[in-house]
DNA sequence: ATCCCGAGGG
DNA sequence: CCCTCTGGAT
């Protein structure tokens, strides 16, 4: 299944844009119940505005709430944001730290947008068990387990470590655009064959195409 | 109506 | 374990 995933999805990558850990950090956070898309939209504005933990800390609440609005619970992704910044200044010097153990110490910051952090800014191997990662293992029969966190462990297992980032994109990539939670696109799914849920959506191949989710979130 | 690369609190 | 936070897209 991992050599499938690899060949039908080439090139899946974050699709969140950033240039340094901190704008990743910051638009992992928005990006909780928000398409990338609309994350992208607010970020530019909001990245040429704070440019560092001390801009984010001292921001005014309501101007940064009104940036990041669009995104969806803006309240508390401002809260995230500003507690997180502020525990960057008092706690580490203002970086943005490249290990699971800090990260996750931090405001609004757990196991999960930790590990988006590490591996997509920090070159650090994490498996990112978010809500496609978890639908797809369970379909696919890797585990059992429902806790992200035994996921992340019996997918660790499985899989070399360092293929731990590219696969968690693989999963993303693929629940994002035929494994949906609702009405899973199996009729044209590359993994039909070998998924023990293949029948949980149409499978009827045309009535699957029409499921297929790809241009506007990619 | 349902979903979107969640986290914190009770 | 459950609930809440929130707007936008389809």
């Known amino acids: 299944m991992t050599r499938i995933l690899a060949e ?49 800390a001292g921001a005014d609440r309501a101007e940064l709430e009104e940036i990041i609005r669009s995104t969806g619970f803006f309240r508390a992704k401002t809260n995230s944001i500003m507690g997180m910044a502020q525990a960057l200044c008092d706690r580490y010097g203002g970086e943005v730290p490249g290990k699971l153990k800090d990260l996750v110490t931090l405001p609004g910051v757990g196991r999960k947008t930790a590990n988006v952090v590490l591996g997509n800014a920090f070159d650090v191997p994490g498996i990112t068990v978010d809500t496609h990662f978890q639908r797809l293992t369970r379909r696919f029969g890797w585990t059992t387990e429902v806790d992200p966190v035994k ?16 696969m968690s994109h693989y999963m993303i990539w693929h629940g994002r655009r035929i494994c949906h939670a609702r009405r899973p696109a199996c009729g044209v799914c590359p993994l039909a064959s070998l998924c023990p849920a293949y029948g949980e959506g149409p499978t009827d191949p045309a009535q699957a195409a029409k499921l297929v989710r790809s241009g506007p979130f990619s």
């Open 8 to 56: 039908t999805y080439p090139d899946a990558h974050c699709e969140l844009d950033f240039g340094t850990p901190l704008e990743l950090l910051v638009a992992t956070i928005l990006s909780a119940q928000c398409t990338d898309k609309r994350v992208n939209l607010v970020t530019p504005v909001l990245f040429a505005k704070y440019r560092t933990p001390a801009d984010y």
């Open 151 to 166: 996921i992340e462990h019996a997918v660790g297992d499985l899989i070399p470590k360092s293929e731990w980032t590219q």
